[in-house]
């Protein structure tokens, strides 16, 4: 199916005053965009080649999916150009991608609910318009949540790694430069894909495929082994979580031994970290962090040094936060070996329930950490929370 849309070739370019909102200790909420209705996950990419971060989102109630340029650092704290890539059904998850490998980002999107079908958008040189075309091995084949661009193949050229959630539900990939007659092909059943990254996790210098899956007999954080031979078989392996709802996942070195480890939010039990016992990528030792008083579900988490002491910390956003902390950072004091995690406020407990994942760039250019995600229930939109380091 290939539809053209009018209004989403369309450039807003909003440059009122968005005003800031207090959160706690300092932290300052900036919008980005709330236009539209359920900002659901923002990916990060340069657009337009200008070096600076632009963001990409969906928006599930409203079906919009749509891009936002920076605009520079003396307008970071305004509302941001928007650009209306494609209206379609249930947008779960969107994310940049040079599909055919010009130089030029699309793109492509993972719709659920009924839609259950990954489609790419992709804009004409000529008149500048943005088309939005179906995958026609996805289309209506399962509720696609998260999608991400990498080499599966040793071709050269980029692919497309997703994953669904639900009945039947698979993790695997099609040809990127040949989307339109590539075949699916499955790498591994799940049950509910939140997170997907492309990541060397064992040091061989190729791409395997990092994930957390929430549900059903396959739920847990696993790794897909990237074969030495394009005809070999993705091994699958487990870091941990296998009896426990993990949600969104990120990675970095949060013990300061100069490995990469992981971290998840758990629903309704806390934060789970994974520390890299060596670096084969099978041997992982497990770290539960309770989420402190007053704060919702976790949903997102990431690592980075927020402070700007040289050491990494743990920021996290929640769901079912109605008059709780929705967003806060976690600093390990008195040692990592023996940690106490000391809770910083990020979002205050006055506004926002249902918050996403999580992106850590300087906006404002100033040297340190922003947040950057999303709220869909009270419609916050795209935000991000300033730094005040």
């Not at 890299?276 to 990528?281: A, F, K, L």
């Not at 927020?306 to 008195?334: M, P, Y």
């Not at 979002?347 to 340190?368: H, N, P, R, Y």
Request: proline share 4%.
């Amino acid at each position: 199916m290939r539809t053209t849309s009018t209004t989403g070739c369309l450039l807003l370019c909003v440059w009122s005053l968005a005003a800031p909102l207090s959160a706690q200790e300092g932290w300052k909420r900036w919008t980005i965009d709330n236009t539209s209705r359920g900002a659901d996950g923002v990916r990060v990419a340069d657009f337009n080649g200008d070096g600076r971060p632009d963001l990409v989102t969906g928006w599930e109630e409203g079906g919009q999916v749509a891009f936002y340029v920076h605009p520079g650092q003396n307008a970071v704290k305004q509302l941001w150009p928007k650009t209306v890539v494609g209206n379609v059904k249930s947008p779960e998850d969107a994310v940049f991608v040079d599909i055919n490998g010009d130089g030029q980002l699309e793109v492509l999107s993972c719709c659920e609910g009924k839609n259950r079908s990954i489609y790419l958008h992709q804009r004409n040189d000529v008149t500048g318009e943005w088309s939005t075309s179906a995958v026609p091995s996805l289309q209506n084949k399962a509720m696609w949540m998260f999608a991400v661009p990498m080499d599966v193949n040793d071709d050269g050229k980029i692919d497309i790694v997703a994953g669904a959630k639900g009945t039947g539900a698979e993790l695997g990939w099609f040809e990127g430069t040949n989307w339109e007659q590539s075949k699916w092909h499955t790498l591994s059943p799940v049950g509910w894909v939140m997170s997907i990254e492309a990541i060397d996790m064992n040091g061989d210098g190729r791409l395997d495929i990092l994930f957390s899956d929430r549900k059903g007999n396959h739920r847990g954080i696993h790794w897909l082994e990237h074969p030495e031979s394009t005809k070999g078989e993705w091994i699958k392996h487990t870091v941990g979580g296998t009896d426990l709802e993990v949600m969104f996942l990120s990675k970095g070195d949060i013990n300061h031994d100069g490995t990469t480890d992981l971290a998840c939010a758990v629903k309704g039990a806390g934060i789970q970290w994974f520390e890299r016992i060596d670096n084969s990528g099978l041997k992982w030792r497990p770290h539960e962090i309770n989420m402190p008083a007053n704060t919702g579900s976790g949903k997102g988490v990431a690592i980075g040094d927020i402070d700007g002491d040289g050491q990494n910390d743990i920021v996290f956003t929640c769901e079912h936060s109605e008059r709780k902390h929705g967003a806060g950072w976690l600093k390990a004091v008195n040692g990592i070996d023996n940690p106490i995690w000391k809770f910083h406020p990020i979002s205050g407990a006055q506004e926002g329930v249902k918050f996403d994942l999580i992106q850590l760039l300087d906006l404002d250019t100033d040297g340190d950490l922003d947040v950057v995600t999303c709220e869909e229930r009270d419609n916050l939109g795209v935000i991000w929370y300033e730094n005040p380091k």
